[in-house]
């Protein structure tokens, strides 16, 4: 499991330990965490049953519709789900966020590290903490080359009040492309994080959903006017059809078949989350996926350009040559 995914789980724990102590006098079903967490009820029962290992006082009590309500007593404490390696990939996930330009998220991981700490007992602590300085230091975050993405921490915070209010905003933007800049209005859906970071919402001018450079916004304020968010938009699916974070609204199959001396480098490569690796007979790697942005995969096949055997739609090979 790597560092993110271990930060993932050990993030929802506390989230759960958090609810059952919080809803300790009415208590949570299994459907309850299921919905809160959007995993299956299987998935739930075994995170109760995780917390169930780390805290003694996991305790449940019987509804009027017999469903076992869930909970854990005041005062719980949370020393035996805490350990160096869980502590330090988190500080290591904040360190990554902070390299990311994503100070506000950074900051919301470390105050979680703070009150996982905060509940131990002292003796743990001090049975952890040469530990846990021990592989903070183990743990170096290399440095990425280009534009680091500067981002007003404020103008975040207000779009995220945004999202969650379903309000309309109105902003001043800035192209990365160097267009000119215009006064925009917008409804905010989420954030979609890369390289450089955007906000993805729909553009009631265009009829049309789109990426915002979050760089490039300014001088933002929230309007009175509500929003619905169609319950089609999935932000997942969105992500998922980009190529890196771009988007030009047409989804097109691609397919690289790269040269038997590139086979090890490929296969360690990922061009798409969608994409099928296939070895041919000829010792030739094909690689087939569905993104957007035809632009951009072109450029990411640039690196390839002396290995890379065809490409289809065609259009793409010349490209990837230039």
Known sequence: MSSSERFRVAEQLLKLMVMLRSRRHLGVTIDEIAEAFDVSRKTAGRMRDAIGRLDPSLDYRWDDERQ?????????????GVTAGELADLETAA????????????????????RARAALRRHDLFRIDPDLELLGESVGIAHRPGPRPKIDKEIVETIRRAILESRRIVFTYAPTSGEAVTRRSAEPYGFLLGHRHYLVANDPRQGEVRNFALGGITDLKILDEVFERPETFDMRVYAARSFGVFHDGKPIEVELVFKPEAARDVM????????????LSSGEIRIRFVAESE?????????WRDRLASAQPARLLPLCKT
């Open 295 to 303: 632009l951009e995969i072109a450029r990411e096949c640039m690196m």
């Open 268 to 279: 360690d490569y990922e061009f798409h989350p969608s994409q099928t690796i296939e070895t």
């Open 68 to 80: 076992k309500r869930w909970h854990l007593s005041e005062g719980a404490s949370l020393d035996a």
């Open 95 to 114: 360190r990554h966020l902070e390299q990311a330009g994503l100070d506000n998220i950074a900051i919301s991981v470390r105050s979680s590290m703070e």
